[in-house]
């Protein structure tokens, strides 16, 4: 404050006195004693309430909506933490921070992911106990790491609703398993990534998480 009302800053080349003077970060050219001010951004996150049907890239080549259809021009470039499918709705975070999108998608960190799948058919339990324990995918005999597998109970068209927390995050990981042990995904809802939750955030809507939400975030 002091500095301030010292006359020692100034912004767009004019001294400032006023403490309480806005500045729009990012835009405004602020300097102390003459010396620019390097601003410390903190980071931004934002989840998306992905539907199916966008494509996690920029740009699609066969002009296919994608998830920056859902979110405004920001004053900086946001890329997705890791893909969901096409097909795939649910919470998908976009960021700025490169550090926060290495650590939640780098394997080693183990943040939790937590999905919603519906597959044809009832799986058995012991069908389930294969996917818990790590699966070689049969594609390309990559092997799964051990998730958290249970049912959530039998959906209307006779096939079974299942929730898979997986600490991984392979090209088509939930639908590859599910096929491995013969029930198809017909329906796959991303819900959690870490402590943070899909909640009620509706269909193709976005929001800034909060500083303790990032903190939380794994
Ligand atoms: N697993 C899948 O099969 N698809 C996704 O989009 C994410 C995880």
């Not at 859902?70 to 890329?79: A, G, H, M, N, S």
């Not at 650590?103 to 818990?132: F, I, M, Q």
Request: contains cysteine; positive net charge.
């Amino acid at each position: 404050m002091r500095r301030i009302a010292d006359g020692r800053v100034r912004v767009d080349g004019r001294v400032v006195r006023n403490p309480s003077f806005r500045v729009e970060l990012g835009r405004a050219r602020l300097e102390l004693d003459g010396e620019p001010v390097r601003e410390r951004r903190t980071s931004l996150v934002i989840a998306l309430h992905k539907p199916a049907g966008h494509v996690t890239t920029r740009v699609d080549p066969g002009g296919r909506p994608t998830v920056y259809d859902l979110i405004p021009q920001l004053d900086r470039f946001v890329f997705p933490v890791g893909r969901l499918d096409r097909d795939t709705r649910g919470l998908l975070i976009l960021t700025d921070d490169h550090r926060l999108g290495q650590r939640l998608t780098d394997p080693l960190h183990h943040v939790a992911k937590t999905y919603h799948a519906h597959v044809a058919g009832v799986p058995a339990e012991d069908a389930l106990e294969v996917l818990r324990r790590g699966i070689t995918l049969p594609d390309d005999g990559t092997p799964t790491r051990p998730a958290r597998v249970r049912s959530l109970g039998v959906a209307k068209d006779g096939g079974a609703w299942l929730e898979i927390v997986l600490t991984e995050g392979r090209n088509r990981q939930v639908r590859r398993m599910c096929a491995a042990i013969g029930h198809d995904v017909r329906d796959l809802v991303r819900v959690a990534i870490g402590s943070l939750e899909l909640g009620d955030l509706p269909a193709g809507e976005w929001r800034r998480l909060a500083p303790d939400e990032v903190a939380r975030l794994g």
